[in-house]
């Protein structure tokens, strides 16, 4: 397995999102929520909706299930609410921040691999592999040969799939139809198959909306700071960030079509049970 310092790359960003919402609304979460048409969407109803959709997610778990491999775990908040269900867990993920929270959370209850899944490498198999919005962050043919590799059973994907190539306004995923296709090759039967776009694409309304009221007015507070009092240090270090801050600024800040409609017409949610072949429900 690689070195942990160096596999710590995208898991920053991830991070710092999961301190600042532990903090200040006490969800310990990082996917999205299963909002439902009668929800409000702002912060304070962002815990609710993390909360249903695991309970979501998990009823799909069939009865024969006894032992967990969860790719992805985050905090260990999901793979804690497994153990509390009865379930034999072990939990892979990158190092990171997140990764010592799961690890103080699970206290022992599962195995805590730190590594990518691609480098995983133990001499076991499990009932279900579940990815929970960590598919699309792996090449998914890997995902899949080795998501087979560490099942005897079946292999649980929640995620989010490109409808088409044409290219939207909001990133992430892999092709949906490529992936079908995929299934296919490797005999894999979609136990269930849920869409849950609608439920899902709110999420990004409460995005648009953090951009638009609290991030974009909370650039124009510094800006001013910045021009009442010019340090030079100040000017040095937006100077060499000036690519990378551009290129936020343009893809959240002065994207205003990037909500929940973008979403719906571009992206397809799933929760999907998949099934190796020869292995009866």
Not at 11 to 29: P, Q
Not at 53 to 76: N, R, W
Request: charged residues 25%; proline residues 2%; contains cysteine.
């Amino acid at each position: 397995m690689q070195n942990k310092n160096n596999s710590y790359k995208k898991g920053r960003s991830m991070d710092l999102a999961h301190v600042f919402l532990r903090y200040f609304f006490e969800t310990e979460y990082m996917h999205f929520g299963y909002w439902e048409p009668t929800d409000k969407i702002n912060f304070l109803s962002l815990k609710q909706a993390q909360e249903r959709y695991v309970s979501k997610l998990l009823q799909m778990i069939p009865d024969d299930v006894k032992s967990v491999l969860d790719v992805g775990c985050g905090s260990g908040e999901m793979a804690k609410e497994l153990v509390e269900q009865g379930y034999k867990v072990d939990v892979i993920a990158p190092p990171s921040v997140m990764t010592s929270f799961a690890r103080d959370k699970l206290a022992g209850k599962a195995n805590i691999y730190e590594c990518k899944f691609e480098d995983f490498d133990i001499g076991k198999r499990y009932d279900l592999v579940i990815f929970s919005e960590s598919f699309q962050f792996i090449k998914q043919e890997a995902a899949i040969a080795k998501g087979l590799e560490y099942s005897n059973k079946y292999v649980l994907i929640a995620d989010v799939f490109k409808k088409s190539k044409e290219r939207g306004p909001i990133g992430g995923g892999h092709q949906y139809n490529d992936f079908i296709n995929l299934l296919h090759q490797y005999n894999l039967t979609e136990v269930n198959n849920l869409d849950v776009t609608q439920h899902i694409a709110p999420q990004f309304d409460l995005e648009a909306d953090l951009m638009q009221n609290f991030i974009k007015p909370m650039c124009l507070v510094g800006k001013r700071i910045y021009t009442v009092n010019r340090s030079i240090w100040l000017r040095i270090l937006l100077w060499f960030n000036r690519k990378r801050l551009g290129k936020l600024q343009g893809k959240y800040l002065n994207n205003k079509n990037r909500n929940g409609a973008a979403f719906a017409q571009y992206k397809t949610y799933r929760f999907m049970l998949l099934q190796a072949s020869g292995v009866g429900v």
